[in-house]
C-alpha cells in the first residue's frame, strides 16, 4: 500500500485548563496525557512527510529524458502508421524478423515481384501467398529511419555472395525500406528494414495482424525457397575456395585430362567414382540409409600426378554443372582448424543440395589433430556424417598414408577406396611421358629407347628432364633435343639428389677441427 495514503487520526486538542485545576502547580493526570498524545501525533506527521514520493527528477528545474533507441523508434512508428493506413481494427503484433540476413528477403524488390508473378500464374493461391506489395515513404516522425532507400551492398549474381571489383550480372541487396504487404487471403502487414546505429547492425520489425503470424512465417519460406532455387541455379559450375585465394580457382577450372599421362585402369578406377551422383546409385544409398557421402583417397609419393588429376576432375566436375569446393588449411593465426575447414565443405555440399565434389591436398594434415579425432571420425562414417541428396564426392591425396591415424584409414567406410597413383613402372607408359612432356620435340628413333632409363621415377622425374634436354639443347646452339641431352638432364637431377643426402656436406666444420688463425691447431 502507498505509505503517502496512510495517516493516522489526529487527537483533538484539549481544552485549556481552568484556573486552580491543579495542585500546588502539578498537571493532573488528565492534563499529562494529552500533552503525550499531542507529541506523538506530531512524530506520526513528521514521518509520513519524509515517505511521502520525491518531485520528478530535474536538473536544477530542467528535466531529465531516458535516451529512445531506433529500434524503439521504428516500433511505435508501425504502430502509428499501423492506425493511420487503417489496416486492421485490433493493433498489430510486432516483433524481429527470423530472416535476419545479408540478403533481407521480404524487403528485396526482386524477390517479391517474382513471388506475386508466381501467385498469378498459380491455379490455387498457397498459404502465406502474396498478391501485391508497395514501398511507402517513411513517415515524418520516424526521425530518418529507413528514408533514403540506400542499398547496404551489392551481391553476385547468386544473391549470396559479395560482388567483387569487375563483377558482371550483380544485383542490389534489400533496400531498407518501410514495405506495406496485401495477401491473397485479405489481409495486410507492414515492415521496416532500417540499419540500427545503436547496434551497428541492420534489422528488420514486422508488424501483422493478430492471428495471421502463422501464414507470414508460410510466406517467408516462400521467400526463401525462391531465393535458394536461385542461388542453386546460379552455384551450377562454380568453384569455391575455402581457406585460400579465389585465384586457386582460375587454377583448377583451367585443369584438363589431357595433362594427365597414367596407366589407363587408374584413370578408370578415378574417374569411376563419378557414379556416386547417378540417380541409380543415390536410390540404393538412400535405400540402405546411408549419407551420400564417399571418400576417395589418392596415394602414392610426391611428384606421380595425383594434384593434376584432382584440378581435372574439378575442371570437369564444374563443367558438368556441378558444384566444386577446393579446401585449403588455414594459417595458424585464424581462429579455425584444417580439419574444420573440410567439415564446412561437406556441410556446404550438403545444403547446396546440388552435385558436389570436395576436394583436399595432403589429407594427413587435416585429420593429424588427436583432439579432433572423434568429431572426424563421427563426420566421415558416423552420426554427423552429411547427407546431400544429389551426393558428395570427397577426393583427397595424401603423399604420407601411413601418417593417417589408422582408425581413418583402416576403417572400410570412413575412406571408401584407396586408388594409388605410384612411379612409372612400364616402358610404355615412360614413352608416353616422353612424347607428352617433348611435345614436337620428341622422335621415336631417338628419345624411346632410351625410355628404359627412366622407370621407377615419378611423372615429374619425366617433366625435368624434358626441360632440362631441351635448356641443354639450346645451350649448345641445337633446336633438336637429342637422347643424350635428356640423359643428360637425368644425371644433374641424381646428383643434385644425392648431394643434398650428404647431410654432413651442410653441417659447418667445427673451431677444433679448424687451424687457430696463427696456424696452429687448437
Known sequence: MDTTEQVNPVVPEAEPMPAGAGIDGQETAETSSLKEAS????VVMEEVAARKPAPKSVNEGVPRYMPTQRREVAALALKELWQELKLDNDMPLIFASPLQRRVQLEHHPLLLQRLVTAGKKSKKAAFGQLKDWE?????SYTQGIAATGEVNT?????????AEVGERGSIPSAPYS????TFSSGWKALSVYFYDSDNNDSHTLN????????EWLAFLKLLDDLHDSIWRRERRGSIEIIGGSNELADVIKNGSYDDIVLPPATLTHVMAQRHIFDKEMLKRYAALRMPRLRKVLLIGPPGTGK??????????????????????????ARNTSAWQQVSLALSLAEESQLPSLVLVEDFELFVSNPTELQLILNTLDGVATP?????????????????IDSRIRDRTGRIDVMIEIGLVEDVELAVRLLAHFLGDAYREKEHAPIAPKFLKYPGSHFREICIGGTMHALEHGRAEV?????????EVILTGKAIAEESERFIPTTTRKRGSYFGRNQ
Open 135 to 139: 514501398v511507402l515513404q517513411a513517415p
Open 39 to 42: 507529541q506523538s501525533n506530531a
Open 207 to 214: 508488424a501483422v495482424p493478430p492471428g495471421h503470424q502463422d
Open 307 to 332: 594434384t593434376t588429376v584432382l584440378k581435372a576432375e574439378g575442371a570437369y566436375h564444374a563443367a558438368q554443372g556441378g558444384l566444386v569446393f577446393y579446401v585449403s588449411a588455414p594459417p595458424y
Open 178 to 181: 518501410w514495405i506495406c504487404y
Open 387 to 403: 547427407d546431400n541428396p544429389a551426393g558428395t564426392l570427397l577426393l583427397a591425396t595424401t603423399n604420407d598414408p601411413e601418417k
Open 154 to 162: 551489392l551481391l553476385k549474381a547468386d544473391m549470396m555472395h559479395p
Open 482 to 490: 637429342l637422347g643424350s641431352d635428356l640423359l643428360w638432364a637425368h
